[in-house]
């Protein structure tokens, strides 16, 4: 085994999207991805690209957007180290529905569309897993549409606190690592009016603002706010 594919197995074992499978599948695997690194703010693909293969991010972070006719930015999620994204159009051969930029210095895992495909063929074993594991992603974009359709600003910002909450294992003290206007552009708004959802939730006695870090001083009431009661 070559130093970059006993890497990538490796690193691949530690993520959950392929941690349950036997040391020969991620061999197998391995050696039909491709390692690619990127700076920060360079584009991975745009909106209607032919969908050539996913993603696995091994370090770094990026964001997937859509813009709207008239430039605002929409971010539909954000993927850190042992994240995976893009899997639809990998599999079904479409176009990509959303645009993908990173956010700093990013390395990427790709897995190509053909190749891929052909593994799985041959080893249905990885198909099986993966089913659970995108179904699992359908469920977060659900969450994505029902958050920005139902919910108005401050419940959308009380349920990306507590998602942010729950990933640090359920801490009460987050610290947030993106910017304003990304964090605006994730739960669907305005820098402007992000600032007045956080100082309503603030008034609430919700949380505890200091620069980026913020502090849940209400998990229930907080949870009301976004709607998980």
Request: charged residues 25%; hydrophobic residues 40%.
């Amino acid at each position: 085994m070559t130093k970059d594919k006993g890497q990538i197995t490796n690193f691949l074992k530690t993520t959950r999207l392929f941690r349950d499978l036997e040391a020969e599948q991620l061999e197998a695997i391995a050696s039909v991805v491709r390692l690619q690194q990127y700076d920060k703010g360079k584009m991975l693909f745009w909106q209607g690209d032919r969908g050539t293969g996913f993603f696995l991010v091994r370090s770094g972070k990026v964001k997937v957007f859509q813009l709207s006719g008239g430039g605002k930015e929409q971010i539909l999620g954000l993927f850190e180290a042992g994240e995976y994204f893009a899997e639809v159009p990998a599999l079904d051969g479409g176009c990509f529905p959303a645009s993908a930029a990173t956010l700093e210095k990013t390395e990427i895992v790709f897995f190509p569309r053909e190749a891929f495909l052909k593994l799985l063929e041959n080893q249905p074993a990885i198909a099986i897993n993966l089913l659970s594991a995108f179904a699992r992603h359908l469920r977060q974009f659900a969450k994505i549409i029902e958050n920005l359709s139902l919910r108005e600003v401050p419940g959308r910002l009380a349920a990306y606190l507590l998602d942010r909450s729950i990933s640090e294992n359920n801490s009460d003290i987050i610290t947030l690592d993106i910017s304003k206007g990304q964090l605006a552009a994730f739960v669907g708004t305005i820098p402007e009016t992000l600032s007045r959802s956080f100082n309503k939730l603030v008034q609430e006695d919700l949380i505890l603002r200091e620069g980026n870090e913020i502090k849940i001083r209400d998990r229930a009431s907080l949870k009301q706010r976004a709607g998980r009661v």
